[in-house]
């Protein structure tokens, strides 16, 4: 897949701006807090319908004005398609080939992409929510199903913790049985594809994780919990540990059982990551985390997604910083830098010039 085209207009510090890209290294290049990242970012958000660096669409919009539109034309293996976005202060609208979609799992897997940048040490150094947020993206990307099913789980998952926040206690026993089948169907659904997406994840982001070490340290990655059986199976172990939940959960006020709760464990050389390593090893384990994503995407969609790093080369050693040029070579790559010549070494790339949210030669 290759992104052809980006239009915006009125997103974040941008006016009216229109990038073209290369097949294969894009550079977008200037001094900080001109705009780089917000291009990239709205790759990404055209990709998955969502931005990793805020919470509310409404602070895409630039300053002063009604609404912000993101357009992007791509070549896939399919044909061209046309994906576009258009964000209000308290709604937005979506489109593919300029037809409006209303539910996000329909906007999901037209683009793909993957996206790193320094704040992805949140990944190997924070809370599960970091980790379970990767793998809800990553996974709703490729599966419809999944994204469905997570969409799903959410609203029940949201009815039942208000249910435990009744005070007539006769209802809520009467009624939490109804909740938990629903969330135990959407629930093992959700840990099946995990588990299986683990088990690929695992093994490429080892392999990859060699790669940039030269062979020096071993990432290993994990469930916290370990669902056996098929899906009915794992639907049936939930709903009896839900029951088995029922007065922690009502003292709580909310669930405290199910894959919203689960995380990820990331090693390196056999020890937690997030209390041993140095940001350089937590950094260098999100990129191989990362990359073993692009190789699952390529698997899955049957074409390479689209890479974004931002602000990564100069977080890297020189040697590191050369093994990831070569191993992205085949790519369609978005790099964001302060200087291209100190990080590329002399790689031929598209270089975009980035000057108070315009392009400049």
Not at 199 to 206: D, F, I, N, Q, V
Not at 329 to 343: D, E, F, M, S, Y
Request: hydrophobic fraction near 40%.
């Amino acid at each position: 897949m290759v992104i052809k085209n980006l239009t915006l207009h009125n997103f974040r510090n941008y006016a009216d701006e229109t990038f073209f890209f290369d097949e294969g290294l894009n550079v977008l290049s200037g001094r900080n807090a001109q705009g780089k990242t917000n291009c990239a970012e709205a790759v990404f958000y055209l990709c998955t319908g969502s931005s990793l660096r805020i919470r509310h669409d409404r602070q895409l919009i630039r300053r002063g004005e009604d609404c912000a539109m993101i357009r992007a034309e791509a070549k896939t293996k399919f044909g061209s398609v046309t994906l576009g976005a258009t964000v209000f202060e308290n709604r937005r609208e979506l489109f593919v080939n300029g037809n409006r979609v209303t539910r996000t799992v329909d906007f999901l897997g037209n683009m793909n992409s993957v996206f790193f940048s320094p704040g992805e040490l949140r990944l190997i150094l924070d809370g599960p929510d970091e980790r379970r947020r990767f793998l809800n993206l990553s996974i709703s990307q490729t599966s419809r199903d999944y994204c469905t099913a997570l969409l799903r789980y959410q609203r029940i998952l949201d009815q039942r913790n208000n249910l435990l926040k009744e005070h007539d206690l006769t209802l809520v026993r009467e009624t939490l049985p109804v909740w938990d089948e629903q969330l135990a169907k959407y629930a093992s659904r959700i840990i099946l594809r995990r588990r299986e997406y683990l088990k690929e994840l695992s093994a490429l982001a080892e392999e990859a994780h060699s790669f940039l070490t030269d062979g020096g340290e071993k990432l290993s990655l994990s469930a916290d919990r370990v669902y056996l059986g098929e899906e009915g199976e794992i639907a049936e172990r939930l709903l009896s540990e839900l029951s088995a939940s029922y007065e922690r959960d009502l003292r709580l006020g909310f669930t405290s059982v199910g894959p919203h709760r689960d995380d990820v464990r990331i090693a390196i050389d056999g020890a937690d990551a997030r209390g041993y390593c140095s940001q350089g090893q937590a950094r260098t384990a999100a990129l191989s985390m990362k990359l073993a994503e692009v190789e699952i995407f390529t698997r899955l969609a049957g074409e390479a997604p689209v890479l974004i790093l931002d602000d990564v080369m100069s977080e890297l050693d020189l040697p590191r910083r050369k093994k990831l040029l070569s191993r992205v070579g085949g790519l369609q790559c978005i790099v964001t830098c302060t200087h291209a010549p100190r990080v590329l070494y002399g790689t031929a790339c598209n270089k975009i010039n980035i000057r108070e949210g315009k392009i400049v030669p």
